[in-house]
């Protein structure tokens, strides 16, 4: 699996930005798709999540501001970022964890990234 990032850039505060994430390759597993940042200096961190299904979870710092959404047809993940701030600054990596049964009555799980997009975010 492969996953490819792209939207970043440079906005002001109070701007918006979408991010994408194709995936492509064995992708037929896929049930979690994520949005990770890392600031500088700063632990990475989960920014919002999506399971197959359309569960989602926000952090708290995100929540009300940012979306993430999948779009099944295109093998690609979204996420709608508005009313950014400085501490949004960082890079925005994508993250997908699949499912491949291993034919002993379970299942096997594999964990996928992306390469970053930076978003800054001038004040």
Known sequence: VQLQASGGGLVQTGGSLKLSCIYSGDISGIYVTS????????????????????FTFYASSVRGRFTISRENAKNTMYLQMNSLKPEDTAVYSCYAEVAR?????????YEYWGQGTLVTVSS
């Open 35 to 54: 949005w990770y940042r890392q600031a500088p200096g700063k632990m990475r961190e989960l920014v919002a999540m999506i399971r197959s299904g359309g």
């Open 101 to 109: 049964d291993n034919y002993e009555g379970g299942y096997e799980y």
